[in-house]
């Protein structure tokens, strides 16, 4: 049993966990603080820096990403100060100087007071992409399927797939679209054509690759890539407040009654 501690938050005294990371119990108390790079069910990244929030220890302080900070006893937390909304804005800034014209993120930014960046776009006209890293990290921690990595460093880095080309191992399940916060990676449809492309007339189906449908085989060889079983799981994950299929795989393995999803 982990240890108990007594932090405070926004001075409220809080118990939580040693070192359990700051995002989980903020959420348990039902604070909300700016996020783009976490998802709950994957490994905190912290690599966006707008869930910026301020520690102190007595006359000592930091500012720390909230996503990935694990907690310790006594910490003083403060995540609505004006400093640390200072701090939040210029990491927002530096993502719409990356993203100018990106819908999403300059949706953010306005919800956040950033109405324009001094930083420059690194690509002409700008990117699409803010390197959270949300598409990798589901593809490999959830689907299992590591079909996507990141490439090169500074100006130059991008997310690709490995050795460029469409690998063996990706679905075709979308989770890495459903989970991008931006407008850059969507590539389903595309990607469901080169798995038609690639395969015989019979191919598992994709819902069987994740673990869902044990036995069963996409019996229309993904021609309709709506099919029965993706409406059916995309309507249950819905309605169990899940974003994408994907993440009921554990519920559905769990129940797994052999394959009978009538
Ligand atoms: S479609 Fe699924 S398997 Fe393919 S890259 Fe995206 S998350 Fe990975
Ligand atoms: S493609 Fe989307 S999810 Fe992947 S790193 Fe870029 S912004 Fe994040
Ligand atoms: S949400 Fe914490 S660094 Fe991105």
Redesign the pocket.
Known sequence: MPDRIEITIDNKKVEAEDREFLINVLNREGITIPTLCHHDRLEPYGVCRVCMVKVSWGSKSKFVTGCNYPVENGDVIDTKGRDVKKIRKMSIEALLGRCPIEPAIVEFAGKHGVMSSRFQPQKPGGDD????????RVCDEVVGARALGFMSRGPERD?CMPFMENPESCIGCGA?SS????T??KMEGLKTEILKSRHGDIRPCRYTLMGFYPGGVCANSYRCWRCDIDQKYTELASMAGFEHPVFMAEVCIDESDGGDTS
């Open positions: 992409c803010i390197l959270c890293g949300l598409c990798v997310i890495c989970v991008c916060p931006t850059a990676m």
